[in-house]
């Protein structure tokens, strides 16, 4: 009935990634990260390291893109056991959708219950900053609308339901944390929330798909995430996201501006610093079992 490409990987399929990734640390995360283009350093703030890299790890694909390393990191944030892709996959590095969301399922079947997904995102908000963080309250998810959907083929009931809700993909209380957590660091200023949304990428926008974008009432846009954040809903993980915005979409035709992935990783560098005090600070408000402390 469903193609073999849209099969992607069975239960046993991940459960065998899991245990194996199971057998080789003590370290059991509740909270896992996913870090943007340039954000790898995320990776580095987790203490008492064991670390793999992608190609040592069974399925697992390999990073392709500059900024991201290809290392899957367990170890302990401020004593609260997580793990860490330093690096994620994308569509346009051509793997099918099923893989790009595979780490996400060797992530519940871990343990994990809350998932950090970070991103690089051009701004379309015209109040928006380079260097500013944006908390994400929802997306867009265009390759969706073509019917790209990494839920698409056969459901497995052990990951969860066929129609999964959408409408709170990313947790409320996690939003407010992060925006209570950003105002004690003194963060006010460059911390914003918006919707984001995915596109399939490579290629940077248009100014007429820019302008579209913005019309369509999204203030950031990227290549990632939203695949990452609808798989974790699926199996019931809680979700939070930013995108940290690297450059300004290009939405005027007498502007000099071009959109390059080094400004991407220049900007990642540049905020660096306090994009890791805010997601540790906020690791350590993370209870288990999902409370905010
Ligand atoms: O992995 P993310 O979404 O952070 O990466 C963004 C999108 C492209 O991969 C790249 C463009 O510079 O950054
Ligand atoms: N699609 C897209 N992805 C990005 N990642 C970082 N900046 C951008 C951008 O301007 N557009």
Redesign the pocket.
């Known amino acids: 009935m469903f193609p073999e490409a849209n099969k992607g990987y069975s239960y046993e399929d991940c459960k065998a990634t899991a245990d194996w990734l199971l057998a080789q640390t003590d370290v059991r995360p509740t909270v896992g990260i996913v870090c943007g283009?340039g954000l790898g350093g995320l990776a580095d703030m987790l203490k008492d390291q064991v670390a793999f890299n992608y190609k040592d790890i069974p399925n697992f694909p390999q990073s392709t893109v500059h900024g991201h390393a290809g290392r899957l990191v367990f170890g302990t944030l401020k004593g609260r056991p997580c793990v860490c892709m330093q690096g994620r996959f994308h569509l346009y590095e051509g793997y099918p959708i099923h893989k790009i969301t595979l780490p996400i399922r060797i992530f519940k079947l871990i343990g994990v219950e809350t998932v950090m997904l970070t991103?690089?995102?051009?701004g379309l908000n015209q109040d928006f900053k380079v260097g500013d963080i944006m908390i994400i309250k929802d997306h867009l998810n265009m390759p969706g609308f073509a019917g790209i959907n990494p839920l698409s083929g056969p459901n497995d009931e052990r990951f969860g339901v066929r129609f999964p809700c959408m409408s709170d993909a990313y947790d409320r209380e996690l939003q407010q944390m992060a925006m209570d957590v950003g105002q004690e660091l003194g963060y006010g200023d460059f911390l914003k929330e918006g919707i984001y949304c995915v596109?399939g990428?490579p290629s940077?926008?248009t100014i007429a798909e820019s302008r579209m974008l913005h019309k369509l009432g999204v203030d950031a846009?990227?290549?990632s995430t939203v695949p990452e954040a609808i798989i974790a809903r699926h199996c019931g993980m809680r979700v939070f996201a930013l995108s940290l915005i690297?450059?300004h979409?290009v939405m005027d035709y007498d502007s000099e501006e071009k959109?390059n992935h080094e400004e991407?990783l220049q900007t990642g560098k540049q905020r660096a610093e306090q994009l890791e005090r805010l997601v540790s600070t906020m690791v350590t408000k993370i209870e288990h079992n999902n409370n905010y402390v």
């Open positions: 283009s991103n690089a995102a051009g596109l990428g940077f926008e846009v990227g290549m690297t450059n979409a959109a991407v």
